[in-house]
């Protein structure tokens, strides 16, 4: 299952960053994951200073 950035996610970019194949990108007020290139890895979630990053 891919990731899924939730609610909490305040904008920072500090995922986006970590991705290894560039799955996560700015959406409508938060950033989202693109869940066909997502490899499931959990760099992004490991990083994520409120924690709005789950397995989905």
């Known amino acids: 299952m891919a990731y899924v950035i939730t609610d909490a996610c305040i904008m920072c970019g500090t995922c986006e960053g970590e991705c290894p194949v560039g799955a996560i990108s700015e959406g409508d007020g938060m950033y989202v994951i693109d869940a ?5 890895c959990g760099a992004c979630a490991g990083v994520c ?3 709005a990053i789950e397995q989905g």
């Open 36 to 40: 066909d290139a997502c490899l499931d």
């Open 49 to 51: 200073p409120t924690g």
